[in-house]
Nanobody, 123 residues
Framework: QVQLVESGGGLVQAGGSLRLSCAAS????????MGWFRQAPGKEREFVSA????????FYADSVKGRFTISRDNAKNTGFLQMSSLKPEDTAVYYC????????????????WGQGTQVTVSS
């Protein structure tokens, strides 16, 4: 199993930036993809971005493409989501996810989840 802890959420004005981090522990000796999802109040959880173990495959939701950048540091077992040009509609709880796989596709199912970190963007 992989345990995940997110950090870096907070309150930011529209147009601002935040960097989320996701620290992984447990079975990090096996290759794993990392993803970010979000859930706004009253809405279903939605995919934001994902990155393969090697970093060679990356996916973004259309709503964040060009504004968010996903990355990872395997030596530190940490993933990142750099969020720029934030909009009020980006307000949500952001969840980090992981899945043991070397192959990442857009529809990869993630089995491991963090507790989430709140991101609030004020207008």
């Amino acid at each position: 199993q992989v345990q995940l802890v997110e950090s870096g959420g907070g309150l930011v004005q529209a147009g601002g930036s935040l960097r989320l981090s996701c620290a992984a522990s447990g079975r990090t000796d096996r290759a794993y993809a990392m993803g970010w999802f979000r859930q706004a109040p009253g809405k279903e959880r939605e995919f934001v971005s994902a990155i393969s173990w090697s970093g060679g495959s990356i996916f973004y939701a259309d709503s964040v493409k060009g504004r968010f950048t996903i990355s990872r540091d395997n030596a530190k077992n940490t993933g990142f989501l750099q969020m720029s040009s934030l909009k009020p509609e980006d307000t949500a709880v952001y969840y980090c996810a992981a899945q043991h796989t070397k192959m990442l596709v857009r529809t990869t199912k993630f089995d491991y989840w963090g507790q989430g970190t709140q991101v609030t963007v004020s207008s």
